[in-house]
């Protein structure tokens, strides 16, 4: 019987011990890294570079979740909904003839949960329409929610001007 205590109580120790330690690694969500997480969102912005580079703008759309929760702040207007910023990116990205350089500096991804991520970065997109070149340089905000087949999807955009 005091064998069997011992294992009970040695077993208790352990689960205990093993879920402060997961609790101290990942926080309340908030703290912690999610590395594997953060790679995923790192490979979904590549994929989207990449979408505006081929000129493909089906594939770049598809990495929004459009829908009545999507929104958009833009250069200080009132807030846009899915329609409007599908609108401007396919008329924008469409027209994109050359992307000369599109860097995101300073990126910063930040994974809660698991589920959900805020990217932020300062844009220095330069982007060729016909022989007009266009220097982008924003303050950008990306809101990902992880959908249920794994993969990252922008359901909130934020732009502003970026001054030195």
Excluded at 10 to 32: H, N, P, R, Y
Aim: aromatic residues 10%; negative net charge; proline residues 3%.
């Amino acid at each position: 019987m005091k064998n069997l205590s011992r294992i009970v109580i040695i077993g208790f120790l352990t689960v205990f011990c093993v879920i402060s330690e997961l609790k101290a690694q990942l926080g309340d969500g908030i703290v912690g890294e999610f590395p594997a997480e953060q790679q995923e969102v790192m490979a979904t912005m590549q994929g989207i570079t990449q979408s505006v580079i081929d000129g493909d703008i089906d594939k770049l759309i598809s990495f929004h979740a459009y829908g009545p929760k999507f929104t958009e702040f833009k250069d200080g207007a009132p807030r846009n909904d899915d329609v409007a910023n599908e609108e401007f990116e396919r008329g924008v990205f469409g027209s994109v003839t050359e992307v000369v350089k599109m860097d995101a500096k300073d990126l910063k991804i930040a994974v809660y949960h698991g589920n959900v991520a805020n990217v932020t970065f300062h844009s220095d997109f330069h982007l060729k329409f016909d022989e007009d070149l266009v220097i982008v340089n924003e303050q950008i905000s990306l809101l990902f929610a992880k959908t249920e087949d794994g993969s990252w999807k922008i359901v909130h955009e934020h732009h502003a001007p970026l001054t030195p």
